[in-house]
């Protein structure tokens, strides 16, 4: 049993139909990868874990159903998600920002605070300044720490290089490996960045117009034709 | 002079209370309370009943009062607002007709002829020329202390910064574990309390009447309008700048221009600054 199930999963924005029949597994303590262009599906079939779109089919973590629950439930069960843009509060400082986070576990704040602030020293030293003055690469660390703050069995991130510099996106695949390799969170991003994709994960699954096309390894899914063809262009 | 700042102090503080709540309900719900006033005027009554109808003790009459307006607030929230807040207009159309309808059972109930309230705190301050009634120090201090502790309870508790989180982003505030429906169920009992506080000392201020519902929610918009909706700073001033420009008007010009100056504050901002003064829509 993988630690992660989805069963033929349909999401819909009103009557339109965004996903079709998704079934993908990750197993516990493995980075997994969804890669995609535009408009594939990816960020709604995260918001679809997290209970936020309509869906049928069935979501499963650690054996428990997730279908029907609501996003708070789903956070208590150990569902951190970032997603993509943040979703950060702009007018509250850094701290504030994680320690809403920590809004269904407030039991392990300090201690997350000082796991938050040890992947990501400049939240430290930043931790009064407004999430809405701060970069791109800043904002995104504290997406992911308030996604930490919560405790999760299982993280979510959603595009977590999109619009970073390079260096930047080295520093949030640091601390995503360490997440997973130090605090044993398994781990489900969805990216466009394929080098960055298959650079961290070991299954990678290619999500296209709503549906897997393809899934593999990351090395499997680097060799193969349609993915060369269709994200590097030979 | 100190009369008009004193009595522009205590008004301030009691449009505060009321201006508050309603600019909480419009940061974390999105929607606009008409029946906001109607908070007030049931605390009023409340108060009324609990002490001299029942000959309750006042400190008990005012927790009377202030639940009322919390139960009051809960009620609206989820037999009315819950059903209806992805249609802001829905809202407003139907707590408006909800105070419409809760003025006339009150009529029922009371008769439409204004009841005199006893001062909650009876006696008059005098210094030098100065006559203060007791009940207006009692209401300013009150009135501070009680805003005063919802500032630090909205900055510094777990609570108050859910709150917060869903004023600013409510998708944010989902996936971070909380429910934005309680945290709305939180404000409008919180609004509910305040306001009804408010409405106590109004009654001793002024009268209690069916029709007492209708000023304070000018004042209510006129302030979050001005402030900026959404901002609790913004409320908290502007609150005091129509608090001290109404007693002046009252006291220096004209009792009957009382609010003519407001509105005509609330059409200025609004043609030159249309998000307000401090404009935000987040707590």
Redesign the interface.
């Known amino acids: 049993m993988a630690f992660l199930e989805i069963r033929n999963l349909d999401a819909f924005y009103g009557r339109a139909r965004s996903l079709h029949g998704v079934t993908l597994d990750v197993e516990a303590g493995r980075i997994a990868a969804i890669i995609g262009p535009n408009g594939a599906g990816k960020s709604t079939l995260l918001d679809s874990i997290l209970g936020l779109v309509r869906t049928t089919g069935e979501i499963r973590l650690d054996g428990v159903s997730l279908t029907g629950r609501s996003a708070t439930e789903i956070v208590r069960l150990g569902v951190g998600y970032a997603p993509e843009r943040g979703h950060l509060f702009p007018f509250m400082g850094v701290r504030d920002n994680l320690l809403v986070g920590a809004h269904t576990a407030p039991r392990d704040a300090e201690r997350n605070l000082r796991r938050v602030f040890d992947l990501f020293p400049v939240l430290e030293e930043r931790q009064n300044q407004e999430t809405g003055t701060q970069s791109g690469g800043e904002r995104q660390m504290v997406s992911l720490g308030r996604a930490l703050m919560s405790s999760p069995r299982l993280l979510v991130v959603d595009e977590p290089t999109i619009g970073l510099a390079p260096r930047v996106c080295h520093d949030i695949a640091a601390a995503l490996r360490r997440m997973n390799e130090e605090l044993g969170i398994t781990i489900l991003i969805t990216e466009q960045n394929v080098n960055f994709a298959t650079h961290l994960a070991r299954d990678v699954l290619v999500l296209e117009t709503g549906e897997i096309r393809l899934r593999g390894t990351a090395d499997e899914l680097m060799n193969n034709p349609h993915v060369r063809e269709a994200y590097f262009g030979h | 002079m100190t009369n008009i700042l004193i009595q522009g102090l205590a008004l301030s503080g009691l449009y505060a209370l009321v201006a508050v709540g309603f600019t909480m309900i419009f940061s974390v719900g999105r929607v606009l309370n008409l029946a906001h006033g109607v908070f007030l005027m049931l605390g009023g009554y409340a108060y009324y009943t609990a002490v001299q109808v029942f000959g309750i003790s006042k400190g008990a009459g005012i927790a009377i009062a202030v639940l009322a307006g919390a139960a009051f607030g809960i009620l609206t929230y989820t037999v009315l607002v819950r059903r209806l807040e992805h249609n802001p207009i829905a809202v407003e159309i139907s707590t408006l007709i909800l105070a419409v309808v809760m003025q006339a059972l009150i009529v029922v109930v009371y008769t439409s002829a204004p009841k005199s309230m006893w001062p909650i705190v009876p006696g008059v301050f005098r210094h030098e020329g100065v006559f203060v009634s007791h009940n207006i120090l009692a209401a300013m201090v009150l009135s501070w202390i009680v805003l005063g502790g919802l500032v630090v309870f909205v900055r510094r508790t ?1 609570l108050g ?2 709150l ?2 869903v004023s ?2 409510r ?9 934005p429906h309680r945290m709305s169920l939180a404000t409008w009992a919180i609004s509910g309390g305040l306001a009804a506080l408010a409405g106590v000392f109004f009654a001793t201020y002024t009268q209690l009447t069916p029709g007492m519902w209708v000023a304070p929610l000018i004042i209510a918009v006129a302030v979050v309008v001005v402030g900026g909706i959404g901002s609790i700073v913004g409320s908290l001033v502007v609150a005091h700048l129509i608090g001290f420009m109404e007693t002046v008007t009252t006291t220096l010009v004209a009792a009957e221009l009382r609010g003519v100056f407001t509105m005509v504050l609330v059409i200025v901002v609004l043609v030159i600054v249309p998000k307000g003064l401090f404009g ?1 829509e ?1 707590l």
């Open positions: 777990r910064r859910a917060r989180a600013m982003d998708k944010g505030a989902v996936i971070s574990g909380i429910d935000r987040e």
